[in-house]
């Protein structure tokens, strides 16, 4: 069984309860379409600290949930689109904090897929 996560926007929070990308891992739809008859297990849905000030403000917080996400196995993290900034020139970049948070994901083994439903 493979062990999936989501990782979102804090900010996404105030609009997002989570629906589109639920459906699209229990449909198996969209990024989650390559998974086949695989066997899945959400292990997390979680959101990162906020914006770059707030995040370093507890970083203490953030090392604890990535290290939970590590700790309950989780193989593969889906990041939303809601952790990227659109630009002034309509393309998106990603967040300085979501980056970081997929760097150490990536360090310690976690695959990371950019997107969940379409």
Known sequence: MKKVAVLRCLEA????AGASCF??????????????????????????N???EIAMNDEAGLQEKLERVVQIG????HVGICT???TADGSRK?????????????GHGIEIVWGTHG
């Open 74 to 77: 989780t193989e593969v993290v």
């Open 23 to 48: 459906a699209a891992f229990n449909e198996r739809k969209a990024h989650f379409s390559g998974y086949g008859e695989e066997e899945l297990q959400m292990t997390a849905f979680f959101t990162c």
């Open 94 to 106: 990603v967040c300085p904090v979501i980056e970081e948070m997929v760097q150490y994901l990536r």
């Open 84 to 86: 990227q900034i659109r």
């Open 50 to 52: 906020g914006c770059k």
């Open 13 to 16: 929070e105030r609009v997002c």
